[in-house]
């Protein structure tokens, strides 16, 4: 297990609609990404927030939104849900400095949007 | 732009040895990554090769040539256990990675 956890595991949500996910990075990390995973498909990265602050983007809209926290934890914010939007969020931490290439994976929210 | 090619699927028995490719074509590459992910689980690294070589990680492998744009994962002395999706990925400057699609490898016994 890495240490990064995320919630809620599972949910159910209407299209429209506005969910809110959250991830506790592993201790030490500062740094947290966000990744879209659809079904048999490769990890998407959304963003990533270092020091309270978005630290670049990926090819999303802005109707995706984010939280670091002091103590680094995350929330990742979706508003108008898509059906699109049914997917595996993952969080993934890491410290800024650390070894590269290596990002440590929360087990993810399986969104289904209905 | 940034894009890794990796086939889809591979299947092979236990004890076997299975190669899987990755090609890609990034401005600016850094390095490759891989990562493995069990079904429901959470994608955990592998290995990471900034230079052209081989790592070898116990029966895993990773290779990596610059010049080809081109890397492989070597999973040695299969197990049941290996049975996962296998990705490659790309890292920009701040571990923002860009991922392949992925390589599901099935053991049989």
Redesign the interface.
């Known amino acids: 297990e890495?240490g990064?956890t995320q919630s809620p595991t599972h949910l159910i949500k209407t299209r429209g609609q506005q969910v809110t996910l959250r991830c506790s990075s592993q201790s030490g990390h500062n740094?947290v990404?966000w990744?879209q995973q659809a079904l048999?498909?490769?990890?998407?990265?959304i963003f990533?927030y270092?020091r309270e602050e978005e630290?670049?983007r990926?090819n999303f809209p802005p109707r995706f939104s984010g939280l670091q926290f002091p103590n680094y934890s995350s929330e990742l914010n979706v508003n108008a849900l898509e059906l699109d939007d049914s997917a595996l969020y993952?969080c993934a931490s890491?410290r800024?400095g650390?070894?590269?290439?290596?990002?440590?994976?929360?087990?993810?929210s399986r969104l289904t949007v209905l | 732009g940034q894009s890794l090619e990796q086939p889809s699927e591979v299947t092979a028995v236990e004890g076997a040895i299975v190669q899987i490719n990755c090609t890609y074509q990034t401005s600016g590459f850094y390095g490759l990554s891989w990562y493995q992910q069990h079904d429901g689980g959470a994608p955990t690294f592998l290995s990471y090769n900034a230079l052209d070589g081989l790592e070898e990680t116990g029966r895993f492998s990773s290779f990596l040539s610059r010049s080809d744009s081109y890397g492989y994962l070597l999973l040695q002395e299969l197990q049941m256990k290996d049975s996962a999706s296998y990705f490659c990925a790309e890292g920009a400057a701040g571990n923002k990675l860009t991922f392949g699609g992925g390589t599901r490898v099935l053991v049989k016994p």
């Open positions: 890495t990064v740094t990404s990744y048999g498909q490769g990890p998407q990265f990533q270092y630290n670049g990926g993952l890491t800024a650390g070894a590269v290439g290596e990002l440590f994976f929360g087990e993810g």
